[in-house]
């Protein structure tokens, strides 16, 4: 149980061009999302947090309008890199929490999306 | 603000010994959540093990055990009977569960296990 996918697993696209993640809780419903951005031998930098119908959260330092987040259903949410540049080439990774039972507080992560951008 | 940190960015064991990782945390809050994740090459995060701050008794999930020192805010990690599939980086996270569930990470630890 609490497998969240992510989709696609790598792509490769051209600088200006937009791409978009997808994130899925396959068997339980995620109230909350968040998306992380890690860089080669590094942490996970939490980008933002979004919750089901409402806007997300974007931490410092993180522009809103080029990363943009869209949690449209309980098992759904959506990463938007907007005119990727090649400095957004990174490894990004969601994860959804269950806030339920054991494993309240528990995130279960995606298997994360390699993007690079020419 | 919490800060977690990891002090060895890189440890290596030997297959079938003991490694402990560790983990210092600092946080004002008291009911808190510590968590010990892998990701592995392939880079996907599993969660190893969990402890509950409010919970003295030490969490155990069969050749993973902590180490929890509330007072001195230490979370080690010990791994035990080491096999070649925990070759991994080890992250130490934490979860304040008065405020929104942001996990905070630590540097993580580059655990190498060898024959």
């Known amino acids: 149980g609490a497998v969240v996918s992510q989709h696609p697993s790598w792509v490769i696209c051209k600088s200006g061009t937009s791409v978009k993640i997808e994130c899925r809780s396959l068997d339980f419903q995620a109230t909350t999302m968040f998306w992380y951005r890690q860089f080669p031998k590094q942490s996970l930098m939490l980008m933002a947090t979004?919750?089901?119908?409402?806007?997300?959260?974007?931490e410092q330092g993180v522009e809103k309008d080029k990363f943009l987040i869209n949690h449209a259903s309980l098992t759904l949410s959506t990463l938007t890199v907007t005119s990727a540049h090649p400095e957004d080439s990174s490894f990004y990774i969601c994860?959804?929490?269950?806030?339920?039972?054991?494993?309240?507080?528990?995130?279960?992560f995606g298997p994360g999306t390699r993007l690079t951008v020419t | 603000a919490q800060t977690v940190t990891q002090s060895q960015p890189e440890m290596s064991v030997q297959e079938a010994e003991t490694v402990t990782l560790s983990c210092t945390y600092d946080?004002?809050?008291?009911?808190?959540?510590l968590f010990w994740y892998k990701q592995p090459p392939s880079r996907q995060m599993i969660l190893v093990i969990r402890?509950?701050?409010?919970?003295?008794q030490n969490a155990t999930e069969n050749r993973f055990s902590v180490n929890f020192q509330k007072a001195a805010k230490s979370f080690s990690l010990k791994i035990s009977d080491s096999q070649l599939g925990d070759t991994a980086m080890y992250f130490c996270?934490?979860?304040?569960?008065?405020?929104?569930?942001?996990?905070?990470f630590g540097t993580g630890t580059r655990l190498q296990v060898t024959l």
């Open positions: 946080t004002s809050e008291s009911n808190y959540y």
């Open positions: 996270a934490f979860i304040n569960t008065g405020t929104a569930s942001k996990l905070t």
């Open positions: 402890q509950e701050a409010y919970k003295q």
């Open positions: 994860s959804a929490d269950s806030f339920s039972g054991r494993a309240k507080y528990e995130q279960y």
């Open positions: 979004s919750n089901e119908g409402s806007k997300a959260t974007y």
